[in-house]
């Protein structure tokens, strides 16, 4: 549960400001997106993979770029 602590003549603007800033932070909305549609174990299985691989390939990228200046 989600508590945004609010002060005597705080205006609804920044109440609402501050719950967003939480809610982002907390990544509701992310894990609430993840959820709206079934995913098949081997969906999930391939996109998993695929982060990693373009880990990966950013990491090899960044260290061709480096070799350069050295």
């Known amino acids: 549960m989600l508590l945004i602590d609010l002060k005597e003549n705080e205006s609804i603007d920044s109440a609402l400001k501050k719950f967003k800033k939480e809610v982002e932070k907390d990544g509701i909305l992310t ?12 969906e999930t299985k391939k996109k998993k993979k695929a982060s990693i691989e373009r880990k990966i390939e950013k990491k090899v990228r960044k260290l061709k770029q480096m070799s350069k200046y050295i």
């Open 31 to 42: 894990e609430e997106k993840k959820h709206r549609f079934y995913e098949k174990p081997s």
